[in-house]
Nanobody
Framework: QVQLVESGGGLVQAGGSLRLSCTASGRTLSSYIMGWFRQAPGKEREFVAWINWSGRITSYTDSVKARFTISRDNAKNTVYLQMNSLKPEDTAVYYC???????????????WGQGTQVTVSS
């Protein structure tokens, strides 16, 4: 069993930056693919990014490429999402999740955090 806790959300102006963290307990994160997803009000949860076990391979949804960076520190059992050039449309609850294989499909992720709110004002 893996428990995931996100932090780092908040209110930021458009063009600003935030760094989200996701810390695990229960098992080592190095065993899992880690992903970030987000859900805006009235919308379905959508894929943002995933990172492989070593951190050398990543994948992003098109709308965040060149603005967001996913990374991991297995020694700290933590995954990060650096978000730059934020836009109002990035406003959502952001979730980290753990899976056994690289995938952008939320149903394939076995463990989820409780989410952290990111609000970008215009």
């Amino acid at each position: 069993q893996v428990q995931l806790v996100e932090s780092g959300g908040g209110l930021v102006q458009a063009g600003g930056s935030l760094r989200l963290s996701c810390t695990a307990s229960g098992r080592t994160l190095s065993s899992y693919i880690m992903g970030w997803f987000r859900q805006a009000p009235g919308k379905e949860r959508e894929f943002v990014a995933w990172i492989n076990w070593s951190g050398r391979i990543t994948s992003y949804t098109d709308s965040v490429k060149a603005r967001f960076t996913i990374s991991r520190d297995n020694a700290k059992n933590t995954v990060y999402l650096q978000m730059n050039s934020l836009k109002p449309e990035d406003t959502a609850v952001y979730y980290c999740a753990a899976a056994n294989r690289p995938t952008a499909t939320s149903a394939s992720y076995d463990y989820w955090g409780q989410g952290t709110q990111v609000t970008v004002s215009s």
